[in-house]
Nanobody, 115 residues
Framework: QVQLVESGGGLVQTGGSLRLSCAAS????????MGWYRQAPGEQRELVAF???????NLADSVKGRATISMDNAKNTVTLQMNSLKPEDTAVYYC?????????WGQGTRVTVSS
């Protein structure tokens, strides 16, 4: 069972930046990639960014050019840096880890972008 602990988030002004971090623990061997998803009120959870252990990344079109995802393979941590934040970035952000085809989730951290 992979445990994911997120940090970062909070209230940010439009145009500001934030950094979300997530650390995986317990049964981390076999993790092939980690990422961030978000869910706004009344919306479905959507991918923000994903990175494989090999360094391949996949970013949502809505954050391309504004977000960077990185992963420390040795520490099993993933970091999402987002700049030029917009009110539409407001959501609960969830860390994920894929291990042997199964997706594990963190508890979520709320990000609110004020206009």
């Amino acid at each position: 069972q992979v445990q994911l602990v997120e940090s970062g988030g909070g209230l940010v002004q439009t145009g500001g930046s934030l950094r979300l971090s997530c650390a995986a623990s317990e049964s981390t061997s076999g993790i092939s990639g980690m990422g961030w998803y978000r869910q706004a009120p009344g919306e479905q959870r959507e991918l923000v960014a994903f990175i494989s252990r090999g360094g391949e990344t996949n970013l949502a079109d809505s954050v391309k050019g504004r977000a960077t995802i990185s992963m420390d393979n040795a520490k099993n941590t993933v970091t999402l840096q987002m700049n030029s934040l917009k009110p539409e970035d407001t959501a609960v952000y969830y860390c994920s880890a894929n291990r042997w085809g199964y997706e594990y989730w963190g508890q979520g951290t709320r990000v609110t972008v004020s206009s």
